[in-house]
Antibody
Framework: QVQLVQSGAEVKKPGASVKVSCEASRDTFRDYYIHWVRQAPGQGLEWMGWISPNSGDTNYAQNFQGRVTMTREMSVRTFYMELTWLKSDDTAVYYC??????????????????????WGQGTTVIVSS | DIQMTQSPSTLSASVGDRVTITCRAS??????LAWYQQKPGKAPKLLIYKASSLESGVPLRFSGSGSGTEFTLTISSLQPDDFATYYCQQYKSYSRTFGQGTKVEIK
C-alpha cells in the first residue's frame, strides 16, 4: 500500500510563504490525483485543490486562487503545495491525499473516482507574528 | 460551487445504537459522494465512496445510501471505536467540497 509522507511543521510570519511536501512511498500503478486539504484548529476539512501527477494539470478552490500553487517532481514521487501571503487564519494542519480513478469508455464515458483513500500524516503550519 | 450540509452537527449515542447522519447537496451530485471518519489528531479515513460502496477493510456495520441531493451514512450498531467526527464530500465537479462534519459523542 502506498504511503504519503509529509514534511515537518512550519512556523511562519504573516505575509510569508510556506511550501509543504508530500512524498509517495512507491508508485501508484493507476491514474490518480493528489489533493490538498487543510483543517484549522477545531474546524472541519477544507479542500484546497488537486494536481494530476501525469499531466501536471491543477484545479484550485476559489478561496485559494492566486495564493496557492501545486507542483510535482515525479522523479522523486514528491508533490508540493505552496501557499503565499500567509495570514493568521492560514494556521492549520495541511494534508495531502490520493484519489484514484478509472477512465470509462463507451456509453458510460467519463471518470470513475474512488475517494481519497490514502492520506499523509498532516503538516502543521502556524502563522504568527 | 456545490455546498454540502450535514445534520446533525453533534450526535450523542450509546454503544449498540443505530446511528444515521444526513448529508445534503445544494444541487444534484448523482452518487458522487464519499464519507470519511476522523479521530482527533489523525488524518481522515475513507469509509464509503460512490454513495454506497464500502472501502476495503471498513466494517460492514457502516453503510451509505442516497442519490441526487440527499445521502445518509448509517452505523448499524455503534462500537466504542466509532466515536469520531464524520464528513461527507462530493466529487461531482472538478472541485471537491466537504460537509461541515458530524461529531458522534458518547451519551
Amino acid at each position: 500500500q502506498v504511503q504519503l509522507v509529509q514534511s515537518g511543521a512550519e512556523v511562519k510570519k504573516p505575509g510569508a510563504s510556506v511550501k509543504v511536501s508530500c512524498e509517495a512511498s512507491r508508485d501508484t500503478f493507476r491514474d490518480y490525483y493528489i489533493h490538498w486539504v487543510r483543517q484549522a484548529p477545531g474546524q472541519g476539512l477544507e479542500w484546497m485543490g488537486w494536481i494530476s501527477p501525469n499531466s501536471g494539470d491543477t484545479n484550485y478552490a476559489q478561496n485559494f486562487q492566486g495564493r496557492v500553487t501545486m507542483t510535482r517532481e515525479m522523479s522523486v514521487r514528491t508533490f508540493y503545495m505552496e501557499l503565499t501571503w500567509l495570514k493568521s487564519d492560514d494556521t492549520a494542519v495541511y494534508y495531502c491525499a490520493r484519489e484514484t480513478y478509472d477512465i470509462l469508455t463507451g456509453r458510460q464515458a467519463g471518470y470513475y473516482f474512488y475517494g481519497m483513500d490514502v492520506w499523509g500524516q498532516g503538516t502543521t503550519v502556524i502563522v504568527s507574528s | 460551487d456545490i455546498q454540502m450540509t450535514q445534520s446533525p452537527s453533534t450526535l450523542s449515542a450509546s454503544v449498540g445504537d443505530r446511528v444515521t447522519i444526513t448529508c445534503r447537496a445544494s444541487q444534484s451530485i448523482s452518487r458522487w459522494l464519499a464519507w470519511y471518519q476522523q479521530k482527533p489528531g489523525k488524518a481522515p479515513k475513507l469509509l464509503i465512496y460512490k454513495a454506497s460502496s464500502l472501502e476495503s477493510g471498513v466494517p460492514l456495520r457502516f453503510s451509505g445510501s442516497g442519490s441526487g441531493t440527499e445521502f445518509t451514512l448509517t452505523i448499524s450498531s455503534l462500537q466504542p471505536d466509532d466515536f469520531a467526527t464524520y464528513y461527507c464530500q462530493q466529487y461531482k465537479s472538478y472541485s471537491r467540497t466537504f460537509g461541515q462534519g458530524t461529531k458522534v459523542e458518547i451519551k
